[in-house]
T-cell receptor, first 113, second 112 residues
Framework: NAGVTQTPKFQVLKTGQSMTLQCAQDMNHEYMSWYRQDPGMGLRLIHYSVGAGITDQGEVPNGYNVSRSTTEDFPLRLLSAAPSQTSVYFC????????????FGSGTQLSVL | QKEVEQDPGPLSVPEGAIVSLNCTYSNSAFQYFMWYRQYSRKGPELLMYTYSSGNKEDGRFTAQVDKSSKYISLFIRDSQPSDSATYLCAMKTTDSWGKFQFGAGTQVVVTP
């Protein structure tokens, strides 16, 4: 029972490089989201999707792009990495009538030098 | 000011003690209240979930919501060293699909 799977677990980038963080879920959840976690800041919503083909911005969307072509996958793209994007990134999917129960992946630790 | 405030700790308790955690919030429209546990270098996992006001108990865990005071609590009875983790509160409104506001998390250390 895989749940939410994120890859890679660790990544180091140089400023200006681009990359994609992968996220897949096998629970057939319509809702998926990306959060970043920084010390003292808690989890902050970057982008979310309520179903295939539908995405929207969260609290901190600048510098990130998403797309949702299938129910299972929700990749997060960093267009031009900046040191301020150094963080731990979590993908989540949710169940419940209002998407109230989040299930998280194990996270990607990203460092931008 | 953040919508959800949570003391970062650390909160250190001896094994067997009651752990008391809380969050305050400012948005009176929040209706769903959750507590997540996060071990070091792991993703958060859902512990307790409450809709609107009241208490909910699950084994050693009790969650309380006081909407009049905009205050939620989590109590862990008979704490174990395995309860050492960071505990995050989260909340959302009825119409915000999956858009949660999280507290910064409280680190709990249970010493044998």
């Amino acid at each position: 029972n895989a749940g939410v799977t994120q890859t890679p677990k660790f990544q180091v980038l140089k400023t200006g490089q681009s990359m994609t963080l992968q996220c897949a879920q096998d629970m057939n959840h319509e809702y998926m989201s990306w959060y970043r976690q920084d010390p003292g800041m808690g989890l902050r919503l970057i982008h979310y999707s309520v179903g295939a083909g539908i995405t929207d911005q969260g609290e901190v969307p600048n510098g990130y792009n998403v797309s949702r072509s299938t129910t299972e996958d929700f990749p997060l793209r960093l267009l031009s990495a900046a040191p301020s994007q150094t963080s731990v990134y979590f993908c989540a999917s949710s169940s419940g009538s209002r998407g109230e129960k989040l299930f998280f992946g194990s996270g990607t630790q990203l460092s931008v030098l | 000011q953040k919508e959800v405030e949570q003391d970062p700790g650390p909160l250190s308790v001896p094994e067997g003690a009651i752990v008391s955690l809380n969050c305050t919030y400012s948005n009176s429209a929040f209706q769903y209240f959750m507590w997540y546990r996060q071990y070091s270098r792991k993703g958060p996992e859902l512990l307790m979930y409450t809709y609107s006001s009241g208490n909910k108990e699950d084994g050693r865990f009790t969650a309380q919501v006081d909407k009049s005071s905009k205050y939620i609590s989590l109590f862990i009875r008979d704490s174990q060293p395995s309860d050492s983790a960071t505990y995050l509160c989260a909340m959302k409104t009825t119409d915000s699909w999956g858009k949660f506001q999280f507290g910064a998390g409280t680190q709990v250390v249970v010493t044998p």
